[in-house]
């Protein structure tokens, strides 16, 4: 069984910088992309980055340039470096990941950004 699980979540000042982190168990982690989505209340759930099994990345538009995602075969961990953190990345982060069957998805960690 594939499990996920979040951390690094906090409350930040306009301007700071988090590291969020997702363990992975229960996979193959190095053969798989792993990706971050974010939803906020009442609001559809948004991609934010993936990275391939390759290291390859990719970001939505609104994080290009403050946030970077990284992958730690040895740990089974993902990476969301998140800078210049503005009011609008205020929501909850999910970690997700796709294998055969389905697609999983962690609890979620808080983030917030003071103004």
């Known amino acids: 069984q594939v499990h996920l699980v979040e951390s690094g979540g906090d409350r930040v000042q306009f301007g700071g910088s988090l590291r969020l982190a997702c363990v992975a168990s229960?996979?193959?982690?190095?053969?798989?992309?792993m990706s971050w989505y974010r939803q906020a209340p009442e609001k559809e759930r948004e991609y934010v980055a993936s990275?391939?099994?390759?290291?390859?990345?990719n970001y939505t538009d609104s994080v290009k340039g403050r946030f970077t995602i990284t992958r730690d075969n040895i740990r089974n961990r993902v990476y969301l470096q998140m800078n210049n953190l503005e009011p609008e990345d205020t929501t909850k982060y999910y970690c997700?990941?796709?294998?055969?069957?389905?697609?999983?998805w962690g609890k979620g960690n808080q983030v917030i950004v003071s103004s």
């Open positions: 229960g996979l193959n982690f190095r053969l798989f992309a």
């Open positions: 997700t990941v796709t294998n055969a069957t389905r697609k999983y």
């Open positions: 990275i391939a099994a390759s290291g390859s990345t």
